[in-house]
Every structure is written in structure tokens, then in C-alpha cells.
């Protein structure tokens, strides 16, 4: 009988021993569990967190892609700006250059007609002071022949300067309408629209 009861009381204190080894196993295998669920409900939350940092990711880059094809776009607006500005320049010289070449045919058109005038001031004054049977034809004749090619050569460089003053005029319309075109380049590209 002691050795049922050593045996019962071996058995007793093994249970017990086994109950509370498996009470300390099932209480890990719970504290694991919920470790284990707190780790993947964390892992969800890092996940969705993931996504939408991917997704403002994406989004970023392709704001990124279109704000440097815009500032590619303004680069090139700007560089036709500038060389419209060049050329603008450029003709504004030549517009000045030729403004200049025009003053100093006026005037020596001018000048010519002015010699003209007084040429032909004297010839009408001896006409007019001389008698008509004092007249000398030799004389009339040489006045004559020296003002017909000075009144063709007058009337040639006034029709030249008259050809050339259209041109320019027609030039000036051009320059205004291309000075128009680059402020409005210049308008679109300070609005930060590129393009014409």
C-alpha cells in the first residue's frame, strides 16, 4: 500500500508538476499568440502605411516629370524669347541705320534741289531784267543745257529716296508687328505659358 500511495503521490505531484508546466506552455503559447497578432495587425497598419507612401510616391514623381517638362518648355520659351529680343535688336539697327542713310539723301536731294532753285533763280532773273532783243540765245542755250540733266539727275534721286522711304515705312509696319509678337511671348512666358 505504500508503494500505491508513494505511487499515487508521484503520480499526484507529476500531474501537478505537468499541469503547471502546461499551464506555463499554454500561457507562453497565449502570450505568443498575441504577440503574434499584435505583429501581423501591426504588419497590416505598416502595409497600408506602404501603400500609400507608394502611392505619394508615385504621385510625387509624376509631378516631378510634368514640373520638369513644364520648366523645359519655359526653357525653350525663353531661349526663342531671347532670340527674338537679338533679332529685334538687330533690325532696330538696321531700321536706325537706314533712318540714317534716308536723312542724308533728304538732304542732299535737298541740297540739289536747293542749287536747282538758285540756278534756276539766276536764269529766270536775267530773262526777266534782260530785254528781249538783249537776249543771248548762246548764253540761254548753255544755262539750259547745264540745268536739264542737274533737274533729271534732282528728279531721279527724289524718286529714289521717295522708293526707299516706302520701304522703310514698310519696314518700320514689320518691326512693329514683330515687336508685338515678342511682347506677347514675353507675356505668355511671364503668365508661365510656354509656348506660342
Known sequence: MLVVSAALCGAAVSAAVLVGFWGKEADGRKQAEEKLAASAKREAALKSAN??????????????????????????????VVRENAALVASARRLHDQGGSLEQRAATVSKLAGTLGNDLVAVLGYITNTSAGSLDPSYLKAQLDYLRPAVASVRSAAEELGADAGSYGNAIEGFTAQVGDYAQALQKLGNGRPGR
Open 51 to 80: 501603400a500609400r507612401l507608394q502611392r505619394h510616391l508615385k504621385e510625387s514623381r509624376s509631378t516631378a516629370t510634368q514640373l520638369e517638362q513644364t520648366a523645359a518648355r519655359m526653357r525653350a520659351s525663353a531661349q526663342t
